[in-house]
């Protein structure tokens, strides 16, 4: 499956439907004066992708509509993807749904049918592209055919398709900035970096989890730790190796946890640490570093711990 098109309609100042065709060239710049909606661009297509929706403090989802009209009649912001996809892969995102138990029976007739009953003999009418929509005011996905006739199916058949797709990463001229503290907090609410780090301690050990740490022992949590900051810093470690984007060699991140006791909150806290040719420890934020090593963390970060991972295999 792969993304060939996207289409903006209705995002802030983007009446559209404007199409960004991404299927023949890998590398699509974006040049224009100040102000003539190039961010626009690329933020609407990084909302897209739910899974992006508590990531760059959700700026994206924020004034998306037109700001400079007053219509309150207006069309909802609503953004499409063209994907290509084939028939078998249709399929098992058919059957992925009906074993996740989400999708709620359709009546035919009075008979219920599953996702994959209610498909499957499409085979000669499907061209192997879907274009799926998603409503930014409401936040849901659809399938925009004809041939598929049962929304309470398609929305959820949609979704699974966007969890196994590509990432969509936008940086926005580094601001999206990297708490040195970050809250741990289950549910709204809570950071995109917490969603981050929950899939570093996932991905270090499947029984690991950043919300078990505040009931853990102090030894045990601090075992737990040790191991995330080994599998942390070898991944950041071996993609230094490939940007250099500086003459430093001796950096290493620092998580740790730490505990409010009068207010009964817990934190993750973020250091970097610099060595000296003398063999002395240096601690900053990750803010304090270059623009290089700030981007190249949040690029690293988001691509290697994206939170998708653990929604597309849930």
Not at 121 to 136: A, P, S
Not at 138 to 154: A, Q, R, W
Not at 203 to 214: G, I, L, N, Q, R
Request: with cysteine; aromatic share 12%.
């Amino acid at each position: 499956m792969r993304y060939k098109k996207f289409i903006i309609q209705n995002y802030r100042a983007i009446n559209g439907p404007l199409e960004i065709d991404i299927a023949k060239n890998s590398l699509i710049p974006i040049i224009g004066v100040n102000e003539c909606g190039k961010t626009t661009i690329l933020n609407a297509i990084f909302s897209f992708d739910s899974n992006n929706d508590n990531l760059n403090d959700g700026r994206h989802l924020q004034d998306i509509t037109n700001l400079y009209s007053l219509n309150q009649n207006a069309p909802n912001p609503r953004i499409s993807a063209e994907i290509e996809i084939s028939f078998e892969e249709f399929r098992k995102i058919l059957k992925d749904v009906d074993k996740d138990k989400k999708v709620a029976a359709v009546p035919v007739d009075t008979i219920p049918i599953t996702s994959e009953k209610a498909y499957s003999r499409l085979k000669k009418q499907f061209n192997n592209t879907l274009t799926i929509v998603r409503d930014l005011k409401d936040k849901i996905y659809s399938i925009d055919d004809t041939i598929f006739k049962y929304p309470e199916i398609n929305t959820n058949v949609a979704a699974k398709i966007i969890s196994k797709l590509p990432y969509l990463l936008y940086f926005d001229d580094f601001r999206d900035s990297v708490d040195n503290k970050v809250e741990i907090l289950k549910g709204p609410g809570n950071s995109g970096w917490l969603d981050i780090f929950e899939t570093l301690f996932n991905d270090t050990d499947e029984s690991f989890s950043v919300y078990e740490m505040p009931k853990m022992e102090e030894r045990q949590r601090k075992t737990v730790l040790a191991k995330v900051n080994r599998k942390l810093n070898e991944k950041l470690t071996r993609e230094w190796q490939n940007f250099r984007l500086d003459d430093t060699d001796a950096l290493e991140i620092l998580l740790q946890y730490e505990e409010e006791v009068s207010s009964k909150r817990s934190f993750l806290k973020l250091d970097v640490i610099e060595k000296d040719a003398g063999g002395d420890s240096h601690y900053f934020f990750v803010r304090d570093r270059s623009k290089g090593f700030y981007w190249f963390f949040n690029f690293v970060m988001k691509l290697e711990f994206n939170p998708k991972v653990i929604k597309s295999s849930d």
